[in-house]
């Protein structure tokens, strides 16, 4: 058992050793995530991607005061791939910061899975956050919050971190429940059934910059572009990323869910900031409209 009382006095705005983890396929949730960072101003920064080979991490509380948890969220979860990764991590009573980032859809529960998951791997959740980042699906033609986080984005992210720096040396850990939105049972996952987005080889220049990008490793090139179809998550860094545009979805199912959602989604939502007040819950209200907490 881990001592939950430890790290309960040390917290303190100077001396802050922060470790992010994060699942952030196209980018988007690593960025919020280091806008939040920049509003805590750390004493010190460490990055791990959770997709990285051999991740095993058992955070040490001696040399981290602070963990930031950032995923995306597939379908109003966390995504599968990232839950293998993060159940070999050990978080030893230290506080966490937990962020989801949606397409401007819904979070739905994703933010009270991450707050049971982290609860399950020893850490102790003080703050919550959706934010929103351009959808996997979004294209110049069908923009879904396209180009987000934007500046307005990136300042709310700023301005959670030095809410959370203002509050967290004030934190009794021991006595320590965050409230988040969402009610049991969390949604059921099922995978789209489609096929990974496709190459059109007359475009295609064999950089490997897709190969580079794929987070579950699934293309390969050999004298054409290979995709391990059943592992795709249709996360479309590999689109996103291709200087030719040669990668694109094809799929009907998919085009389908695309205009969907860009028919759907296209009135602008905010981040939503989820922290506990000692005397009163400050609970699921835009930042714009929240007093600051002290």
Known sequence: MYNSMIYTNNLTNKSMNI?????????????????????????????????????????????????LIGVPTYANRIPPEAIVELKKINGNGIAAVLVAVYGNNKFGTILLEMKEMAKKIGFIP??????????????????????????EDMNKAQSFGESIKSKIKDINLANFDLQVPGKLPHREWNKIPAQPPETDENLCIKCGKCVEACPVNIISITESVNNDQPKCIFCCACVKICPTSARSVTDAKLLEIRERLYNNCKERKEPEMFLENTNDEVFGQPLTNKPQIN
């Open 19 to 67: 470790q992010i983890i994060y699942f952030s396929p196209t980018g988007t949730t690593k960025k919020i995530l280091e806008g939040i960072v920049k509003g805590i101003t750390p004493k010190s920064t460490n990055f791990t991607n959770l997709m990285a080979p051999q991740i095993n991490l058992d955070i040490d509380g001696n040399s981290t005061d602070l963990v």
């Open 126 to 151: 003080i703050a919550a956050a959706a934010f929103i980042g351009e959808h996997s699906f979004s294209t110049e033609k069908m923009p879904i919050a396209f180009g987000r986080p934007d500046t």
